[in-house]
């Protein structure tokens, strides 16, 4: 079956702590995104990747980074540099940049 | 900046009535506009896509129309089922940055 893989569904980290969310998808799609959702706020873009070894900040980048090493996955690492970690962070993915985007099923982070 | 927004943020009907649900842009220079579907606790399901140059697209009970002058887009779903009950939301993508700019959502139940 073709999709977006996020694993784990739940993730929890003490404070301080680094964390990396994975996402993979063998869809053969060029463009990957990492979004998060905040109950009441509505999908915010944190990163992007158009093409392998390349990537642009997006919204909130600030204590996220990512990596393109291979066209099917996009990791994303949550940095202790992030002041509200908690959240749901969603992978997505498009054939190239502005063609549909299509989701995986999201990795739900807690941190105390 | 790109704003997108869907009034109303609920909406609940009973099963079998013909629905629709709104979502208005602020900066008419659009790419693409996207409908997605999102069950709690989920990633989202690409629903429609309609093209800037498109006036309408359907797919089974669901038909999504763009007005781009007005900076409107409505989502109708004909003869609404239990199985419908989700948070729909709407994305414009601006181009030139590949990056969607999502509304917070309109949570439909549909009640038996």
């Known amino acids: 079956d073709g999709g977006i893989t996020q694993s784990p569904k739940y993730l929890f980290r003490k404070e301080g702590q680094n964390v990396t969310l994975s996402c993979e998808q063998n869809?053969?799609?060029?463009?990957m995104y990492w979004y998060r959702q905040d109950p009441g706020q509505g999908l915010r873009l944190i990163y992007y990747?158009?093409?392998?070894?390349?990537?642009q900040k997006g919204d909130i980048a600030e204590g996220y980074s990512v990596s393109r090493e291979k066209k099917e996955s996009f990791p994303l690492t949550v940095t202790s540099a992030q002041k509200n970690p908690t959240a749901f962070y969603l992978c997505?993915?498009?054939?190239?940049?502005?063609?549909?985007?299509?989701f995986g099923p999201g990795t739900r982070l807690t941190v105390t | 900046k790109q704003e997108v927004t869907q009034i109303p943020a609920a909406l609940s009907v009973p099963e079998g009535e013909n629905l629709v649900l709104n979502c208005s842009f602020t900066d008419s220079a659009i790419y693409n506009l996207q409908w997605f579907r999102q069950d709690p606790g989920k990633g989202l399901t690409s629903l429609l896509l309609?093209?800037?140059?498109?006036r309408e697209q359907t797919s089974g009970r669901l038909n999504a129309s763009l007005d781009k002058s007005s900076g409107r887009s409505t989502l109708y779903i004909a003869a609404s089922q239990p199985g419908d009950s989700a948070t729909y939301l709407c994305a414009v993508d601006g181009g030139g940055s590949e990056k969607l700019v999502f509304g917070k959502g309109t949570k439909l139940t549909v009640n038996p």
């Open positions: 309609i093209q800037s140059s498109q």
């Open positions: 869809l053969n799609h060029d463009a």
């Open positions: 997505a993915s498009s054939r190239r940049g502005g063609d549909e985007q299509y």
């Open positions: 990747s158009q093409i392998v070894n390349d990537f």
